[in-house]
C-alpha cells in the first residue's frame, strides 16, 4: 500500500506547462482532472487512515483513478 498522493504534476512533470494550459482551455481537461484530484485525495485519506474504507472500495478507487490518470494522459500526450 502506497501513501505517496499521486498528484499529477509529480506523475507527469514532462507535462506540466500542458496540464496548466490544459485547464486553461479545456472544459473536458477540467472536469477529469477535477475528479481525479478529488478521488486522489479520497484514497490518500483511506491510506492514511484520516478515512478507512473497505479493501473493496480502495480498489474500485484505484481503478476508477487509474482510467482517468490514462485518460488524462493521453489528452496530455495528443
Given at each position: 500500500?502506497?501513501?505517496?498522493?499521486?498528484?499529477?504534476?509529480?506523475?507527469?512533470?514532462?507535462?506540466?506547462?500542458?496540464?496548466?494550459?490544459?485547464?486553461?482551455?479545456?472544459?473536458?481537461?477540467?472536469?477529469?482532472?477535477?475528479e481525479?484530484?478529488?478521488?486522489?485525495?479520497?484514497?490518500?485519506?483511506?491510506?492514511?487512515?484520516v478515512?478507512?474504507?473497505?479493501?473493496?472500495?480502495?480498489?474500485?478507487?484505484?481503478?476508477?483513478?487509474?482510467?482517468?490518470?490514462?485518460?488524462?494522459?493521453?489528452?496530455?500526450?495528443?
Open positions: 500500500m502506497s501513501n505517496t498522493p499521486h498528484e499529477l504534476a509529480e506523475e507527469f512533470p514532462e507535462h506540466v506547462d500542458k496540464i496548466r494550459d490544459l485547464k486553461m482551455n479545456n472544459n473536458h481537461f477540467v472536469r477529469l482532472f477535477d481525479y484530484h478529488t478521488l486522489n485525495r479520497d484514497i490518500h485519506r483511506a491510506e492514511t487512515n478515512e478507512p474504507t473497505d479493501d473493496f472500495h480502495m480498489e474500485d478507487m484505484r481503478k476508477k483513478r487509474i482510467r482517468l490518470k490514462d485518460e488524462l494522459y493521453g489528452m496530455l500526450s495528443a
